[in-house]
Every structure is written in C-alpha cells, then in structure tokens.
C-alpha cells in the first residue's frame, strides 16, 4: 500500500475483499485469495494462516496457509510455538522484532498485522516496514473479520474430500508440491503491481532441464519424476521471504524474484541459481548428473506487465538453449554482453589468482612530526601477461560484488602476513593493514578464518594483522560485526574503521565497536584548501578519536601544506602521495632506511591550533603550486604566458594575522616578496630570447627566493601558534 488511502479507496478494499470472501464455497481457495488481496492492499510480502490447536496447554498454534515464503510453505500443517503476544489479541499493528524468532525467517521481516478471523484462528501479514497511510489498518480490516469467519465455518460444513483434492490440485504440483502455473501466474501479477507501486525490480527465472527428453527415454520416468522432486527442492532451499518457486509443466520451472535494487541484485541473485547447476543431484545414493538452462526477464528493464515478462523469459531460454546448455541468458541483449563480460572478468581474476599475477603493493602509514614509520596498507595489483598492470578501478567494482572478494581477502590475509613474516627477519616490525569486504566479515565464521590465516603462514603474528573495514560493512547486522571484531581482538588483530565521514559516522559505531584505528577518508584531506567546511569535520573527527581513545589516520595526504594542516590540528599520522606511493614488497625496505621526516612538519609538533594557521597554510599551498604552473609551462615550452604572481593574500596576511615580536621577520617577508614579483617579470622576460641558460639561472634565483619565503612563513606559524598556545 503506498501512499494515503482516502474514505473512497477504503470503501474499495472492503468491497473487494467482501466479494473475494463471497467468491468461494472452499476454505483453501477461500484463504489462499483472501490472503493475496490481504497481502495485495498492504504491499506486505509474507501472509500466514494460523490455528490455535485444540488442548495445546502452551497455546501452541498451526500454520493452516503461507504465501510469499517457500520454507513456511513447506511447513504447512506443523504445529508452531509462538509467542502469545504474537498471535493472541485483537487487530493490531506493531513491531514484532524477536517475536518472530520462532518462524525462522531468511530474511528480518519485523512489522506484524495481525487479523484475528473470530473462531478460526489468526492471519499475520509480515513486511520489513510499515505501510506509509494515514489510516489504521487494523481498523479498516476490522470490518471484514467477522464475515471472513463466518464464511469459512460455511465452507467446511459443505466441503467434501473430493473437492479438497481438486482444491490441492488446482494451486499445487501433485509430485512436487510446489505452487503450480495457476497459483504462480497470480502471485507474478500481484508481484508486478507491487513492483511498479514501490519502484523496485522483479526478476522472472524461466527454468528448464536439459536433454530431459533423453534422460527419460534412457533411464526411465520414474527416476525422472524422482529427480524434478530433488531439483525443485534444492531451488527451494535458496529461496528467501517473498520469492516464489512453481513447476508449471513438466520439466520446466519459474522462479519469482521480487524487490531487487537493480542490476547488482539481479546478478547476484542469478549467480546462486547457477551455482546450483553446477553440482550432482543424490537420489537413493546415486549421483545424477544434471544441468538447466535458464531465460531471464527484468521489470521494468524488459517490460512493465507479467504476460509480457513471461514472454520475454520464454526468449531467452530459447536463446540461451540454442547457444549452450547449463547456462542463462538474460533478455535484454546490452546487459547480456555486461553480464558475460563481469562473468570473464571473476573468470580471468581465478586464473590471475592461480598464476600468481595478483600482487599486494604496500602504501607506508607514518607519524608525520616524527617520521616514524608506523605500518602500511596493502594495496591489490594486478599484472596481465599481455596488458601489464591493469587498473584497480577496472576490475576491483567487480570483484567487491561477487563471491570471488571471500577468496581474494584470505589471500590477501596470508600474503600480507607473509610478508611481515619477512620484514620482521630483515629487521623492520611492522604492521599491515587488509582491505575486508563487507560480504566477507558478515561471514558466521569469519574469526575462524583469521584463526586459519595466522595458522598457516609459519612465525606469523597477529599484532602485524589489522583489518581495515568500511562503514557500509557494519549496517547489515552491527551486532554480528561487533563479536567478530572482538573475538578477532581476543587474538590480537587490530581493526580499523576506513573511510570515515563518508557514510553514517555514527558515534554508537565507535561506542560498541572495538575498532582501534579511524581513518578519515582522503576526500575530505585533498580538498582541505578547496572545501571550507572540511578543516572543520577534520578538526571534529579528531576531537572524535581523542574522546573514544581511538588512533588517528589521515588518507590522501598529497602536499606538504596537508601535512601541516593535520598536524597542527593534531592529526599526526598521515598516508598519500606526499608521503610515498604504493610500491612492491622489495622497495619497502630501501624506502624506510631513506625515509626522514619533512622539516615542516617537525616544527609543528605540539604546538596549539590556531585559526590564522589555516589561511597561512593556505597561502602557503597557492604559492607553492604557483611555482610548479610555472616550471611546467617552462617545461612545455608553451608560448602562453607563465602565471601571474600574485603576492595580495601574503601581504594582508602578514599586516593582519602575523604574530608580534617578529618585524624583522616580517620585513624580511615583505622584501622576497618584492624580490619574487620582480624575477617572476624577468623570467618572463628572458623566455623570449634564444638564452635558455639565462631562463634557467632566473628560475634557480626565483626557487631559492621561494624557498627563503617558505622558511620564514613556517617560523611565523610557530610562533603564531606559540602565541595561541601561551
């Protein structure tokens, strides 16, 4: 139900549901169309029937109908142990949160209606949140409750076997026990109106068993019936609340995929059909060999009605038979080629994998003031044979949307450790951070694995494991999260929490995860002097860490002006460019025995924030990559003219914000700024003679005039920030 539902519309549902009640002279019919329509005018995807038993003295109930989750329906007739609060009362709305605990659903549905049909038992409608009307549900279906209950006590007093078995025949398979065409053709119409109403895809599987003609004929019918009993079981088990599964003739079979997000959900959903395609069917001890083909039709990428969506999926069977069998087409065509070409890529990143063409770069984590080298992050690169290294972003968006990232990340695990095992030997302790994909935390047994990780590299340690996590990955089920992250700490494995201030940022996130390290995402550090506001979330993010005791990383530190800026906000530890660049395992040695801490950075250590430190870092950045325009268009040769100097905001600055006690520092500044400007037209002079090594020699003056000017503008920070701090 979406949107409000005005008196007109009210009276609409109730006549609707007054004829479908009046409609039928049979309980299941009865209560199979009454719960669609229920479920029809609520939007709700799971609708149940249940009947108190009689001399149950724990108020045990029985599940008489279920639609919309193929595991209840194969529970249909077991006797339930519900809470009292779930079934006993009057119409109501409301969030049954762990109330629902006992229907063992796959997928959280915590928003119950409950319809009590006077002396025949309950209908609970289920859905993952409540229906956006302005009107009470429980009271506009109150009215129908008691005709509903008298109805069903007419149709059992003139209901004979016989027509029970029509019943049972007319919306069930009689050898599977699946929904039959009839009950699945209602359901897929239902499906498509919800679908439009919510903006959500729906997905229609047309499923066919290949050469089952032949198999028949050599094997005999009666293993044949056997083994559509086992393949309509084994779709079954995958199936989740709200997807629907029906044999409608012979060895053909439909699968109903409702509320999917888009193209990602579609292919994931798709990937686990096929999966399992790939495996034998048991039947009596023998292992059949079985495969299906499969068409699929998109809503609304293929067509906007459900006689049109089954069409299009009977196509792509067709088609996906003609080409090869065991495999599925999708019906629209420029998705097919992306499908297939996401499917080569997993299928090429498998064989990289085997081949050894995946290799960990390690970009270095230091504390800027110090110098200190503090860890590094493993990067993943890929190098093709016959491509060379091929860019992460071209095939990482792939691998983080499929399985394949569970095996990637254990491979990044033991290699990472691997190689600390290594540094450790030729002297450098360090750590090592490894990028975990949601998918693969929200693993039941994911501390195992890191157990098995540690386990299999000889001499590793987990104090030089930390696993890096997003935001994102915490949503599903923070609760699950938190006792991986502390039962991998009860190891010693560190966690940290990526790309923060980019998602949620909630500080109930920092309060229950036990997360040791935050890292502020770097597109907050690179436009530091773009964006105004994001000094100020900087400054928030570590007054943040201060209070929750947490360490502080800044990515995408690229500049020396950067450094500074952090630094003086009190974020010391810094990882980009400016720092080093992602390099091979065999540079990071050579690397740390040369790295030295940035003069500029030192001289920050300590000393208290201050405002005026921003626009001179500032002004200090504009200047410094004044100079670099200039050298690069001297470079080019370009016959434009270089960059105009520009000395405006360093002058209003050292009248206005620059700290006392300092004129002759500050008349100093004053005179190379006077002295740049004057080499600057020099320089522009001299580029138009044929004298190259006169253009050089003024270039040379002009950086070491610059140079002069940064010293002096960082003595002036300190101080300024000596003064704040007094």
């Not at 009210?10 to 309980?27: M, R, S």
């Not at 502390?486 to 494995?493: D, E, I, K, P, T």
Request: proline share 5%; hydrophobic share 45%.
């Amino acid at each position: 139900m979406v949107g409000a539902v005005n008196d007109e519309q009210a009276l609409a549902i109730l006549y609707d549901l007054a004829l479908t009640i009046g409609g039928e002279v049979n309980v299941a019919p009865l209560m199979v169309r009454t719960l669609q329509r229920f479920m029809y005018h609520t939007g709700f995807p799971v609708g149940l029937w249940l009947v108190e038993e009689e001399g149950a003295a724990d108020g045990r109930c029985r599940l008489e109908l279920a639609i919309g989750d193929y595991h209840l329906i194969r529970r249909q007739g077991e006797s339930l142990a519900l809470p009292a609060a779930l079934v006993q009362g009057g119409p109501a709305l409301f969030e049954a949160g762990a109330l629902l605990a006992g229907l063992a659903l796959r997928k959280p549905l915590g928003v119950v209606l409950r319809l009590p049909v006077p002396g025949q038992g309950v209908i609970l409608l289920l859905g993952a949140a409540r229906p956006a009307t302005r009107l009470s549900l429980p009271e506009l279906f109150s009215p129908i409750l008691e005709r509903l209950g008298r109805s069903i006590t007419l149709c059992r007093s003139y209901e004979l076997e016989v027509l029970h078995r029509v019943e049972q025949t007319a919306y069930y398979d009689p050898l599977t026990g699946l929904p039959n065409a009839i009950l699945f053709n209602n359901t897929l119409h239902q499906a498509v109106v919800r679908a439009r109403a919510t903006g959500r895809w729906l997905a229609l599987v047309h499923l066919d068993v290949d050469d089952f003609r032949a198999f028949n004929e050599a094997r005999g019918s009666d293993l044949g019936n056997r083994v559509l009993v086992a393949l309509g079981q084994r779709f079954g088990a995958s199936l989740q609340p709200g997807e629907l599964l029906a044999r409608i003739a012979g060895d053909e079979f439909m699968l109903l995929l409702p509320d999917l997000g888009g193209w990602d959900d579609v292919d994931e959903r798709i990937v686990r059909t096929l999966q399992t395609n790939r495996t034998p069917l048991e039947i009596d001890g023998e292992a059949v060999e079985i495969t299906f083909s499969a068409g699929i039709a998109l809503l609304p990428a293929d067509s906007e009605d459900g006689d049109t969506l089954v069409r299009h999926a009977q196509m792509a069977l067709h088609q996906a038979k003609q080409e090869a069998r065991g495999y599925f087409r999708l019906f629209d065509g420029e998705q097919d080629k992306r499908t297939h070409a996401r499917r080569e890529m997993l299928r090429r990143l498998d064989l990289a994998m085997e081949n050894k063409e995946l290799r960990l770069y390690y970009q270095p984590k230091v504390d800027m003031p110090s110098g200190r080298v503090l860890g590094f992050e493993a990067l993943l690169r890929w190098f093709h044979p016959e491509r060379g290294m091929v860019p992460p972003g071209e095939f990482l968006p792939v691998v983080e949307s499929s399985d394949f990232i569970i095996r990637l990340g254990e491979w990044a695990m033991r290699e990472a450790l691997a190689q600390a095992v290594s540094w450790r030997r030729a002297g450098l302790e360090t750590c090592i951070s490894v990028n975990i994909a949601g998918r693969h935390l929200q693993l039941p047994d994911f501390p195992e694995r890191v157990r098995h990780a540690l386990a299999d590299v000889p001499g590793a340690r987990a104090d030089s494991l930390e696993i890096e996590i997003l935001e994102s990955s915490i949503l599903d089920d923070m609760a699950h999260v938190r006792e991986v992250m502390r039962a991998c700490a009860g190891m010693g494995v560190r966690f940290a929490l990526d790309d923060f201030g980019t998602g949620y940022s909630s500080l109930a996130y920092l309060h229950q995860l036990p997360a040791a390290t935050i890292k502020i995402d770097q597109f907050f550090v690179r436009n530091l002097f773009e964006q105004r506001e994001d000094p100020a979330i900087i400054q928030a993010v570590v007054q943040i860490a201060q209070v929750f005791g947490r360490e502080l990383v800044a990515e995408g530190v690229e500049d020396p002006e950067h450094g500074m800026l952090l630094v003086a906000m009190g974020c010391h530890i810094g990882q980009g460019f400016g720092i080093g660049r992602p390099m091979a395992a065999e540079a990071v040695l050579p690397w740390v025995a040369g790295y030295r801490a940035r003069r500029e950075w030192t001289a920050l250590q300590g000393l208290a924030w201050h405002q005026g430190l921003y626009e001179l870092f500032h002004l200090r950045h504009e200047h410094r990559q004044w100079r670099e325009r200039v050298s690069a268009r001297l470079a080019e040769r370009a016959e434009a003219a270089l960059p105009a100097f520009d000395a405006c905001g360093l002058s209003q600055w050292l009248m206005i914000a620059a700290p006392g006690g300092a004129p002759a520092q500050v008349r100093e500044c004053f005179r190379l700024l006077g002295e740049l400007a004057q080499q600057a037209r020099g320089l522009e002079a001299a580029r138009q003679s044929p004298a190259a090594p006169a253009t050089m020699a003024l270039l040379g003056q002009m950086f070491a005039s610059s140079d002069a000017l940064l010293r002096l503008l960082d003595e002036l920070g300190v101080r300024l920030a000596a003064r704040a701090a007094a």
